[in-house]
């Protein structure tokens, strides 16, 4: 009799394929997310019903048509420890249409003239120039860009145009951040191993969730869709080195709705793809792969009621006023995030109560500007 498999051996492999729908090789290097909760895969064959004319109601076997499956599961929110190494959820955050740029800080000495903000163009002498991704209010002596253009070094005078600092150092590498992405996102090879069984799809797209409450470790909520590769008997791979870095928790968030610093008791973001299959009548699985079509990142959070003389959340919600949302979950370098939406509208207020205290759960329609596009949301990985 074969042994039974157990739920809690699971593990799931992901990588970016070089070309769409070639499936990758998977080894250990592809396996670094600690995923929380067993993967949930569900298969689909498309079966063609035979609804043909006879002389009984006998029903007649359908015939099998396209072949996919969708792949879902929840991992950790977590840093790699390391500001020069990508998080363990990178080629999944890619596959999701989201690009994937280095952020570099400058240390700098005393801000003069005015402050900086983020989306701030930073510029210096000698063409150089970045986009400051974090309000200097927060980052206590740095300024931390995407660099868009050099190298900016010691003595040199960064200005915003109004404010200015001497950065007191060299550039160095901070982390990385995470864009929406419209054109050619990159698809990947996904399998989930349980236990000595392996099911596993290519040219598949992601959309996903995050999620965090007060006190507690976060989640990603990843989902998956592409046309199979192949189920069958595997060994769990072996060797996969996960790093060694806790879960941040939800303290120190520095969240923000636009300037008013929120009692936070929980916070989301979802970036809401829609990821269809592309019919293929050439192709063996009937798909040629999947596609994200489009996307309406949501923001969400808890938060205690509080007057309008601090933050007039109802009437910015019933005129339909843009505001900026972002939360910070971790401070130590090599694992924090910072999740960013610059035009966000509140499209929907609930109202609940914790241990006897009023709570508004605002829903933020994560918005974009017309000029340049893929810019309703950013994650920071630092």
């Known amino acids: 009799m074969a042994e039974a498999m157990l739920e809690r051996k699971r593990q799931v492999l992901i990588k970016l394929e070089a070309v769409s729908g070639t499936p990758e090789t998977l080894a250990a290097p592809e396996g670094k997310m600690r995923v929380a909760v067993k993967p949930d895969v569900t298969p689909d064959n498309k079966r063609n ?37 990508p998080p363990a959820e990178d080629a999944a955050l890619q596959a999701s249409g989201m690009v994937r740029a280095v952020v570099n800080k400058v240390p700098i000495g005393t801000i003069s003239g005015g402050t900086f903000l983020r989306g701030d163009i930073v510029t ?15 980052t206590a002596g740095f300024l931390f860009m995407r660099v868009t253009a050099g190298s900016f070094a010691t003595s040199d005078v960064c200005t915003n145009g109004t404010a200015s600092a001497t950065a007191s150092g060299n550039q160095a590498v901070a982390g990385y951040s995470y864009k929406p992405l419209t054109n050619a996102p990159p698809t990947a090879t996904i399998r989930s191993e349980e236990d000595g069984y392996q099911k596993s799809i290519s040219g598949a797209a992601v959309t996903w969730k995050m999620s965090i409450d007060a006190n507690k470790q976060g989640f990603w909520d990843f989902e998956a869709k592409g ?17 060694s870095t806790l879960p941040p928790i939800l303290q120190s968030a520095l969240m923000r709705l636009d300037t008013y610093t929120a009692v936070l008791k929980s916070f989301g973001m979802d970036i809401a793809n829609s990821v269809p299959l592309r019919e293929d009548g050439n192709a063996g699985t009937g798909i040629k792969g999947a596609r994200i079509a489009s996307r309406r990142p949501m923001a969400s959070a808890g938060i205690e009621m509080m007057n309008a003389s601090d933050y007039d959340i109802y009437n910015k919600f019933l005129d339909g006023v843009d505001v900026k949302v972002q939360c910070r979950v971790g401070s130590v370098i090599g694992n924090s995030w910072w999740f960013f939406g610059d035009r966000a509208n509140f499209s929907g207020l609930g109202q609940t109560g914790t241990d006897g205290l009023v709570v508004v759960t605002p829903e933020m329609e994560l918005n974009g500007f017309d000029a340049g596009g893929d810019d309703e949301l950013e994650v920071l990985a630092l």
Do not use: Q
Not at 124 to 138: D, E, M, N, R, W
């Open 124 to 138: 210096a002498t000698g063409g150089k120039s970045g986009v400051l991704l974090i309000s200097a209010i927060h």
């Open 227 to 243: 046309p199979n590769i192949s189920y069958g008997d595997l060994a769990l791979t072996s060797g996969i080195t996960y790093y």
């Open 49 to 85: 019903a035979r609804d043909v004319a006879r002389a009984t109601m006998t029903n007649l076997p359908g015939i099998p048509g396209a072949k996919s499956s969708s792949i879902k599961w929840r991992c950790e929110l977590v840093g790699s420890g390391s500001v020069s190494t």
